[in-house]
């Protein structure tokens, strides 16, 4: 009954909240938004709010050269602070560059698996998350992931440090897709039958379950920000173990690869741990593990089969795949990706 739970600073929750931002913003910022038209139609409320600021957008999942690109914008600009408002990629981009202008240093000097691993020893700069999608939680995680093309994979970089100082979670500016909605659910099932579950996530796990299938845009989002806490305090499992490294080789959307691989990876899970009560109670709460939503199959995702070796391997040496409740067999993760493939 050992565990720590650490989270944002502070988390302001609600309809109408953006406006809580400006008074915040103290001194000039570094705006991260995303680049399509949309995107930077819906950050013009924040924008006109916002006394002092420069704007770097993020077009699709960050990589190691958007991050080194947004921290050289941010010095140029004389930001002292960094805020994101966007999906779970433009988060990620802005907590890595918040990290980095307090740290210094490469992205890769703290980067997991291809990386150096060094620890994060100074508290970012000041960092202000505001998701616009309802699904990945990254308001309230420790670590921004990133891809590295020459690699072929996604990576880490994770401290306490990089948890955002204020989350502001306002739903009327959030959109649920069922991609989102499904990773949602996936980051809510895998802490709740993780090896690291404790009584504080399984709190957070359980209502969240329930909130995603109501499926409305408050429930949506707080679904999505009671993800977060749990994986960032319980940790995930094979599901993302699988979509961190097909995330790296394919040109595929994180949610639709968690959606993909979730009923195969929750049945294997469920065949081979010796304690199936946890499983059995998710099943009570949620019913259809896809939602009634229609799911695309690895293959329709344009993963390849005579790739599953390499895949296998990565996925091994994922850190997500640390917390599953069990040791997953090479034999039982072929099985995994064959029955979702």
């Known amino acids: 009954m050992n565990f720590e739970f650490a989270t944002a600073q502070r988390i302001i929750f609600g309809p109408g909240k953006l406006k809580e931002v400006a008074p915040l913003a103290k001194s000039r910022a570094l705006v991260v938004i995303g680049k399509s038209a949309g995107a930077i139609q819906r950050a013009e409320p924040l924008l006109s ?4 600021y420069a704007t770097f957008s993020v077009a699709g999942e960050p990589t190691l050269d958007v991050v080194r690109a947004g921290v050289q914008r941010c010095r140029e600009e004389k930001c002292e602070m960094v805020i994101s408002f966007g999906g779970g990629s433009v988060i990620d981009a802005g907590k890595a560059i918040a990290m980095l202008l307090a740290n210094g240093g490469d992205p890769l000097d703290y980067a997991e698996v291809i990386g150096r691993g060094l620890p994060v020893t100074k508290p970012s700069a000041l960092f202000i998350a505001i998701p616009t999608t309802a ?3 990254a308001e309230v995680t420790r670590n921004a992931v990133l891809g590295s093309p020459e690699h072929h994979v996604k990576v880490s ?3 306490q440090f990089m948890l955002p100082a204020v989350a502001v979670v306002d739903p009327d500016v ?3 897709t069922p991609e989102s909605r499904l990773d949602a659910l996936t980051q809510l099932i895998e802490p709740f039958v993780s090896c690291r579950a404790n009584p504080l996530t399984d709190v957070l796990c359980r209502e969240g379950m329930q909130r995603a299938v109501r499926g409305t845009p408050e429930d949506l989002a707080m679904a999505a920000l ?3 806490l ?3 305090n319980a940790g995930l499992g ?4 699988f979509a961190g490294p097909l995330g790296g080789m394919y040109d595929a959307p994180h949610g639709a690869l968690c959606a993909a691989l979730l009923p195969a990876v929750f049945e294997m899970n469920e065949r081979v741990s010796p304690n199936r009560e946890r499983f059995a109670e998710v099943r009570r709460l949620v019913g259809d593990l896809t939602l009634g939503l229609k799911v695309k199959r690895l293959r329709e995702l344009g993963v390849r089969q005579a790739e599953f070796p390499v895949i296998i391997e990565k996925a091994k040496a994922a850190s997500s795949m640390k917390a599953n409740p069990v040791v997953l067999t090479d ?3 072929r099985e995994i990706l064959d029955r979702a493939w």
Request: aromatic residues 4%; hydrophobic residues 50%.
């Open 49 to 52: 709010s916002l006394n002092e």
């Open 135 to 137: 699904g990945t939680g």
């Open 157 to 159: 970089l994770r401290s």
């Open 174 to 176: 959030m959109v649920a």
């Open 226 to 228: 009671f993800s977060g």
């Open 230 to 232: 749990a994986l960032a």
């Open 238 to 241: 094979a599901v993302h173990g």
């Open 331 to 333: 034999a039982q993760l």
